[in-house]
């Protein structure tokens, strides 16, 4: 099982004040080499990179409205879609937050796909990205 400062976490999440602080704590949690970013190309981008370097990230925390929405321009759903499918292709575990949670279970591509770590309501961020840390170790982490 791995330490937990040795957990490489992709964080996505399309306010920059919100990035900052829980980048933060995701980077003083678990790893330093932890990234995070506000649109799902430059998620793809960083995705790439690691993939070239021989890494990739241990698990994805996922803020919902990143599939709805680039650099405040609202954009194609399918494009966001297409990166969640992406993760879930490369066998990356995604933990899916968001601050409408009742109704997250009921769209696509969650109903088809479900998020191995769960949906989290954003109120107990913190709680919650401890949570749905554990949750890997105990399942995915070897």
Same mark, same amino acid.
């Given at each position: ?6 957990? %490489? ?77 992406? %993760?879930?292709? %490369? ?52």
């Amino acid at each position: 099982m791995k330490d937990d400062r040795d957990i %490489l976490i992709l964080y996505l999440e399309d306010y920059a004040d919100i990035l900052d602080t829980w980048l933060k704590f995701i980077k003083e949690c678990w790893s330093p080499e932890s990234l995070g970013c506000r649109s799902r190309e430059k998620a793809l981008e960083l995705l790439d990179e690691w993939e070239e370097a021989g890494v990739k990230p241990d698990l994805v925390i996922f803020d919902r409205s990143i599939l709805d929405y680039e650099d405040d321009d609202l954009e194609d759903r399918e494009a966001g879609n297409e990166l969640y499918l992406h %993760l879930a292709m %490369l066998e990356i575990p995604v933990a899916v937050f968001s601050s409408d949670h009742d109704v997250l279970a009921h769209e696509e591509p969650f109903y088809s796909h479900p998020p191995q770590l769960g949906f989290h309501h954003k109120e107990a961020m913190a709680d919650d990205l401890k949570a749905a840390v554990s949750r890997y170790k105990q399942e995915f982490s070897q």
